[in-house]
């Protein structure tokens, strides 16, 4: 079982366990898998903010309250009716916890060290490095590992990117790893250190990707859905 409350700032994977509920005011920043599980309903008020797999669960309806920043899968379920799920999650997420500040922004959870306006002090969990998340104080939030870097990213989400010249890809068009990360951000908005952090976490690295590939390998993370939508719109 899982305590009442708990938060967690990335990614919660409960396939293969014996766990048969979740626990009121349970958060979980990224993706949430429950693929397979033996849990037959969810919590009120439950906040995913990225990925929720419901797929090869019992769960026959959404509760009041729910809700998911990311794609939500009902493959296989019996769920027909999703008319009550809040899809917008709180920008930024903030918990506090043992007397620690936490943030959410871009589907990147931090511990908050320090907010002057609109530029906060932040550290990744378990690391001693101070980095920045700016806001442009309308929803816009950007991370760097320097201010500068923080302001530029900015700059970049709230200026008009051209993607005209993905508009002829489709999701079988195979492109550099280069390419593949260039489209993601044009395409999403997503900043430079999101996207650094995630490329570190990838096991190993290809030279060349299918969108396809680039699809399923960032599911859960900062602008999936809009990146999907776009080659979605592309192939109709």
């Known amino acids: 079982s899982l305590p009442e409350g708990l938060t967690v700032g990335g990614y919660l994977d409960l396939r293969g366990t014996q766990i048969t509920s979740l626990p009121e005011g349970l958060t979980v920043g990224d993706y949430l898998d429950l ?7 969810l919590p009120e008020g439950l906040t995913v903010g990225g990925y929720l797999d419901l797929r090869g669960t019992q769960i026959t ?11 939500l899968d009902l493959r296989g379920t019996q769920i027909t009716d999703t ?12 918990r506090e916890w043992r007397g620690r500040k936490f943030i959410q922004a871009d589907g990147i959870f931090q511990q908050l060290i320090e907010r002057k306006g609109n530029v906060c002090h932040v550290k990744n969990i378990g690391s001693d490095k101070i980095t920045y998340l700016v806001t442009d ?4 939030w950007a991370h760097g590992e320097t201010i500068k870097e923080a302001k530029d990213d900015l700059i970049y989400k709230i200026s008009d990117r051209d993607k005209s010249k993905y508009e002829s890809w489709t999701t079988q068009t195979e492109v550099s790893f280069e390419e ?13 250190a999101g996207t650094k952090g ?7 690295l290809k030279d060349r990707y299918t ?7 960032t599911k859960g993370q900062y602008g999936h859905d809009e990146f999907v939508k776009f080659f979605n719109a592309n192939t109709k």
């Open 35 to 41: 693929r397979g599980t033996q849990i037959t309903s």
């Open 61 to 71: 309806s959404l509760p009041e309250g729910l809700t998911v920043g990311g794609y």
């Open 83 to 94: 008319s009550n799920v809040n899809r917008v999650v709180p920008e930024p997420l903030l």
């Open 137 to 140: 104080g309308n929803g816009k």
């Open 180 to 192: 593949a990360i260039e489209a993601y951000r044009v395409i999403t908005g997503a900043c430079a």
């Open 198 to 204: 995630f490329v570190s976490s990838l096991p190993q």
């Open 211 to 217: 969108i396809a590939e680039v699809i399923e390998l």
